[in-house]
């Protein structure tokens, strides 16, 4: 067999978006890039550029090397080991759907090189048995906001195109202060459950009727629960400023998503940040722009991808590849 190589690209999403915990997530402009490289040995060889980069597997345990091996095993094929350069463009292990991202990447690299023809069902039930936030994979997937409607066995999502204007300012706490929590939204109660379904379809409203007078607006009381938490980030999550919109916890957390108006988003960043400085806890903000696109469309046949680097990493870009 000759060895191949094909280039994935996925975006990174936030979960709990707007505090609508495992019923929302929002698919940003920040992407995990991934070259894929076929070996004969069985062995995996893993380089990974970005943010908290010691956070991510050198190894078969990676998810991405996962998921590969559940697509093959899926079709009945060896694993005969593979080559992964990584470039991610958001930080790993802080709620920005780094694990989502791997999933999605090995699953279709392992798709591209094997020529497995996985149909889309067929990639969202191995991708399920790999990462239990299916909103988080379908925003991935399709780009823009998703949002869960319905409360039941087969729960049903309905994907909105997100206003190209839309911003998210993002606190992102020092890893190294990061902990557990005991409780995430697996263990919240219907009520619980029932306020992010609310919330969940509130934001959908919100963001199709973007611009216009009689858009719905957001209950402030609804923040979701963040599974990893560092000192302070419950008072954060309680910060009410002029314009603020929502805030609330990034997918497990322990990042911090802000919603506001333009003209206000510096002063609510900079209380949440404050906040957290109190309890002893550096922090960095940064901006994020949503996509409406997602791994489907980015990786579709005929499209062409070019690996490069994230930003700030002195490194040249690399060529681009068909898929």
Request: with cysteine; net charge negative; hydrophobic share 45%.
């Amino acid at each position: 067999m000759t060895d191949r190589s094909v280039l994935i690209r996925v975006p990174a999403t936030v979960g709990n978006f707007g505090g609508a915990a495992g019923c929302a997530a929002l698919a940003l402009d920040a992407a995990l890039n991934v070259r894929a490289s076929t070996r004969r040995d069985g062995n995996v060889g893993l380089r990974y550029f970005g943010e908290n980069g010691e956070r991510v597997p050198r190894d078969a345990s990676n998810l991405a090397v996962r998921a590969m091996q559940a697509a093959l095993d899926f079709k009945g094929l060896p694993f005969g080991g593979v080559d992964l350069e990584m470039y991610g463009s958001a930080p790993v292990g802080v709620g920005l759907g780094s694990s989502t991202a791997a999933v999605w990447a090995g699953l279709l690299a392992a798709d591209r090189l094997f020529r497995l023809g996985l149909g889309e069902k067929i990639l969202f039930d191995l991708a399920g048995t790999l990462d239990s936030r299916s909103d988080n994979l379908r925003a991935a997937w399709s780009g823009g906001f998703v949002a869960r409607f319905e409360e039941s066995a087969s729960p049903v999502f309905r994907a909105t195109v997100v206003p190209d204007d839309l911003e998210l300012h993002v606190v992102i706490p020092e890893v190294g202060t990061i902990r557990a929590r005991e409780t995430g939204t697996e263990n919240s109660s219907p009520r619980d459950r029932t306020a992010f379904l609310n919330r969940a379809r509130t934001l959908s409203g919100l963001l199709a009727q973007a611009g216009r007078s009689e858009a719905p607006q957001l209950e402030e009381t609804v923040t979701g629960i963040a599974e990893k938490t560092v000192p302070g980030l419950d008072e954060a999550l309680r910060v009410r400023t002029a314009g603020m919109q929502a805030v609330f916890a990034c997918g497990s957390g322990p990042a911090i998503g802000i919603l506001a108006k333009s003209e206000d988003a510096e002063g609510a960043t900079t209380a949440v940040m404050d906040c957290l400085a109190g309890h002893g806890v550096a922090s960095r903000s940064t901006l994020f722009r949503a996509t409406n696109t997602g791994a489907r469309d980015w990786n579709a046949r005929g499209t062409e991808i070019r690996l490069a680097p994230p930003v700030g990493l002195d490194m040249p870009e690399l060529p681009s590849l068909p898929v």
